[in-house]
Nanobody
Framework: QVKLVESGGGVVQAGGSLRLSCAASGLLVSDYNTGWFRQATGKEREFVAA????????DYTDSVRGRFTLSRDNAENTVYLQMNNLKPEDTAVYYCAVAWQIGLAYGPREYDFWGQGTQVTVSS
């Protein structure tokens, strides 16, 4: 049974940092695409970042590029999202997800497994 558990969310002032964790069980994150999405109140779930299986290729949405860094610890079977210089518009529930494929996936419908989400609130 695949399980993804996010942690690390919280409340931070603009300009601050948070690191989200996504601990996986039931599969190896090194083998499959793992992504981070976020959903703000009243908005659709949007892609934030992803890492492909095997090759570890990374990609980010433009609004977080240069501020957020996705990393993967294969030994811990955990994926992280380091978020720096946070802005109020980054406020959302953040989800990690795994797509049952090797290459990068960008759309929510491409993902097969989801965590429960962790709230990130950035105050101005």
């Amino acid at each position: 049974q695949v399980k993804l558990v996010e942690s690390g969310g919280g409340v931070v002032q603009a300009g601050g940092s948070l690191r989200l964790s996504c601990a996986a069980s039931g599969l190896l994150v090194s083998d499959y695409n793992t992504g981070w999405f976020r959903q703000a109140t009243g908005k659709e779930r949007e892609f934030v970042a992803a890492v492909s299986g095997k090759s570890g290729r990374l990609d980010y949405t433009d609004s977080v590029r240069g501020r957020f860094t996705l990393s993967r610890d294969n030994a811990e079977n955990t994926v992280y999202l380091q978020m720096n210089n946070l802005k109020p518009e980054d406020t959302a529930v953040y989800y990690c997800a795994v797509a049952w494929q090797i290459g990068l996936a960008y759309g929510p419908r491409e993902y097969d497994f989801w965590g429960q989400g962790t709230q990130v609130t950035v105050s101005s």
